[in-house]
């Protein structure tokens, strides 16, 4: 019944607008209250409590860490240098933009650890050099906000923190050693279609005309930003630094290279970058600590084994079930955005995971394919909302595309369902 | 304070930046300590690398530290962020119909996010009387951890004024 009443309370305040944060803390307050209605306060002050214990946990930390390196990197010109280098290592011709959009997506999402802050990175440079080819906009947008999809299968990223601070068995290296391969695979998928689509729809045409960068400059030029993922990635699995240390290396890495080589950022640039930075992690984490409230609710009104015993013996089959919950977290994708689809369905579906004995950094690396597919999924889709403003074109436009995008994608996500090993190959490899 | 001089070199231009509504209490207040703390907490965390690898002492009580300006940024942008209506929330709802169906949507909820805020800066308030009057000390530095804990009532108090402003606005801006 309270158990009930927690989700009304909740769906019904997130349909009139109240942010997501707040109407799971305020869902879980109330389920809190109406539970211990005859204890000394009704026993809510576990809501500061779970609220403070939600945020005071250091693997988070890596959150505002990895956000501040997005926003340097937006700024630092290293988009710009590596879309030259790879011009200058593919050429010019009909679809090689959209590859280079992908490639270069794929390559930042080796620097920074979230999908909208590459998609701004790579937007910025790209969409107007497709526009100049002779690419339609809704065209450009669309492959910009895939491409920059496969920034959170590519370590670092910020969903695989969270999981893992969801998730404590499933350690942080090991899941950004499992995303690689898939990851890696996402981009390769996405490339077929946004070759064949540009070819067949005859876009940019005009891109032969444009001149073809020199390739030992245009390598000289970008080799501090291929420079980065070498140091992150490498730093990390030498054991030099945990992620929280290599996102803060990485930041002043990338304030030497945007302020002292390639010269783009500007003191006052700083206070923006800083701005933006602590906003963002202000609204991720915000969610993280109100989700806390949710999630203990949950799981003081043992809730959860019910419905997990039900599932497991609902005679569906493990298939079944894997594939119910695709569906679900599909139809819930398009509404909600990948960081609180964590926090709201693993504490629910962990359970479920571990009656089947599925490998939780498997686990991890699906749900993370999936939440990648939702960010570019409309009418909800975080990558394609900064891929349309920065095109100027509406999120509608760029259906016909982006259809065979998510297609592509959700090939990725069908193989690494049938073939586990896909991600679990190299963080056994590893070692992890 | 997002303008530049059109002498410096202009970065790669990102998504156009958005008017900041009218406020009373410049939102500066709040920017400009996210800003610091933001940077504080990079610099601390950078600190830590160094030192750890130049000698060998580890500088883990920084630690404690670190996650408190960690709660202390979240809690700061949080505020600014409702302000700029930056929060992650379902719009499609919200924000469709008719202009005077989202005006009374909009005030719902941020009466709601009021109520929230207010109630969790009383709940904490008890929270930090306790650890007061307890005289529980922290585990890595031991300083009494009510001087960590009482800024989650005071800033929750403060995005709760920020609240009551935006609603104010939305009720003079049409009545």
Redesign the interface.
Known sequence: MIGALLFAVFIV??????????AL??AG?IAIAAANWDVH?FG??A???N??AG????P??AI??FV?VGSIF??S?V??RLVDFATAIVGRGPGMLPLISISVAMFLGGISGSGPACA??VG??MIAAMSRAGYPPAFSASVVAAGAATDILIPPSVAFIIYSVLVPSASVPALFAAGMVPGILAGLALIVPSVWLARRHRMGTLESALPRPPFWASLREASWGLAAPVLILGGMRLGW?TP??AA??A??YGLFVGMVIH????L??L??I??E???????I???V?LAGIFAWSLSTLSLIDPLTHAIVNSGLGERGVLALLIVLLMTVGM???G??IFLIFVPLLLPIAQAYGWDPVWFGVVLTLKVALGQFTP??AVNLM?SC??AGVPMESTVRWVVWLLGAMFLVLLAVLAFPQLALWLPGKLGY | MSDRDDDTPAPEPILPPSADPPVKVPLAIEDWLAVLLLGALAVITFLNVLVRYFTDQSFAWTEEISVFLMIVVTLVGAGSAFVRNHHIRIEAYADGGSPRRRHALAIASQLVVLAFFLVLAVLSARLVWDEYVYEETSPAIGVPTWWYSVWLPVLSGAIALRVLGGLRRLLRGCA
């Open positions: 305040l997130m349909v009139i607008g109240v942010p997501v944060g707040v803390g305020v307050t306060w809510l002050l809501v500061p409590q609220f403070y945020l005071a946990k250091y988070l930390l505002p860490m501040l937006d700024r010109g988009a710009k701004a990175a910025a440079v630094f929280t240390e803060v290396v930041v002043f010269r783009t950022i500007g006052r640039d206070f923006t800083l701005r930075a602590a906003e963002l992690s202000a609204v984490l915000m969610v600590a509404f909600l955005d960081i609180s009418p909800l900064v403003r920065i």
